[in-house]
């Protein structure tokens, strides 16, 4: 159980598009997600909060125009990366948790990898 | 300090081997600790949970030690698909979202026929 899908897998773009990745819960109602950025030999950093039916919460950094986050289902997040540049290039990932307890472990989707040429 | 440091290996060990690393965290009111998967280029994926009491699953054995802030993982008897990256991740207990988790930058893992 906990299966998180994420779509799609990979993406190659051109720079100055906006790319939309889709964060689905498939056996369960999330009403948080998240979404992480994994950048080479880094570690996982969140990026933003998703909350259903509101506003996402950012990370310090995190430009809010730039990556746009919609939660407008409790099974679905989506994140676009709007005007992408070859540095936004890097591994997105997505996770949920059947759970509202806060200690609970996450489940992760099976991640977007981002090439902005 | 970090909040969560590892040793990035890799560590190469031949199969049958036994294998620990530790992750040392630095806030001490942090209560949540797990170890995760992550496979070349894929999500990661939880391996187990670390209690106080220590907590075994199989041939894995993690481990948490309070008053030196570290917890630890055992593998024992490797197997060529344990070859991975292992993510310490810690969830501190400041408040603020649950998916604030904190994650080390992982040691690999390379096991040998």
């Known amino acids: 159980g906990a299966v998180v899908s994420q779509h799609p897998s990979w993406v190659i773009c051109k720079s100055g598009t906006s790319v939309k990745i889709e964060c689905r819960s498939l056996?369960?109602?999330?009403?948080?997600m998240f979404w992480y950025r994994q950048f080479p030999k880094q570690s996982l950093m969140l990026m933003a909060t998703?909350?259903?039916?509101?506003?996402?919460?950012?990370e310090q950094g995190v430009e809010k125009d730039k990556f746009l986050i919609n939660h407008a289902s409790l099974t679905l997040s989506t994140l676009t990366v709007t005007s992408a540049h070859p540095e936004d290039s890097s591994f997105y990932i997505c996770s949920a948790t059947p759970s509202q307890r806060f200690n609970s472990p996450l489940h992760f989707g099976n991640g977007t990898r981002l090439t902005v040429t | 300090r970090k909040e969560v440091e590892q040793d990035p290996g890799p560590f190469n060990v031949p199969e049958g081997a036994t294998v620990a690393f530790n992750c040392t965290y630095s806030n001490s009111a942090s209560q949540s600790f797990f170890w995760y998967r992550q496979d070349c280029r894929k999500e990661p994926k939880l391996l187990m949970s670390v209690y106080s009491s220590g907590n075994e699953d199989g041939r894995f054995t993690a481990q948490l030690n309070r008053a030196s802030q570290y917890i630890s993982l055992l593998i024992r008897d490797s197997k060529l698909s344990d070859s991975a990256t292992y993510l310490c991740?810690?969830?501190?207990?400041?408040?603020?979202?649950?998916?604030?988790?904190?994650f080390g930058k992982g040691t690999k893992l390379s096991v040998k026929p």
């Open positions: 991740v810690v969830i501190p207990n400041y408040g603020g979202s649950q998916g604030n988790l904190i």
């Open positions: 998703s909350n259903e039916g509101s506003k996402a919460t950012y």
């Open positions: 056996d369960f109602q999330a009403t948080t």
